[in-house]
């Protein structure tokens, strides 16, 4: 079983910058890589960027390459577990979503697979 707990969020201004978190944890964490999704009213929920656990590769969308980077801190400490961070530079607003992190089984720079498990998501607004 593996739980996905995300914090950050907001609201910020166009320009302006937000880091996401999620932290993975449970048994089975580890045969995930982490995923951001987002969903915008109205929208189909996107899958915006990935970072796999075993390589490191990471997966950018067009639309945020370039303003988002992923990155992820793997603790093994008493209790393993995952932080992935999403870095959101230069915000536009169309970016405002809810934005979801997941586990997924496949994460290739070109590709993201399906989220298997989800976090709670969390709110981010860019305002004009």
């Known amino acids: 079983e593996v739980q996905l707990v995300e914090s950050g969020g907001g609201s910020v201004q166009a320009g302006g910058s937000l880091t996401l978190s999620c932290t993975a944890s449970g048994r089975t964490y580890g045969d995930y890589a982490i995923a951001w999704f987002r969903q915008a009213p109205g929208k189909e929920r996107e899958a915006i960027s990935c970072?796999?656990?075993?390589?490191?590769?990471?997966?950018?969308?067009?639309?945020v390459k370039g303003r988002f980077t992923i990155s992820s801190d793997n603790t093994k400490s008493t209790v393993p577990k995952n932080t992935v961070h999403l870095q959101m530079n230069s915000l536009k607003p169309e970016d405002t979503a809810v934005y979801y992190c997941?586990?997924?089984?496949?994460?290739?720079?070109?590709?993201?697979?399906?989220?298997?498990?989800w976090g709670q998501g969390t709110q981010v607004t860019v305002s004009s």
């Open positions: 997941a586990g997924v089984y496949l994460c290739y720079s070109d590709h993201v697979g399906s989220g298997r498990v």
């Open positions: 970072i796999s656990q075993s390589d490191g590769t990471t997966y950018y969308a067009d639309s």
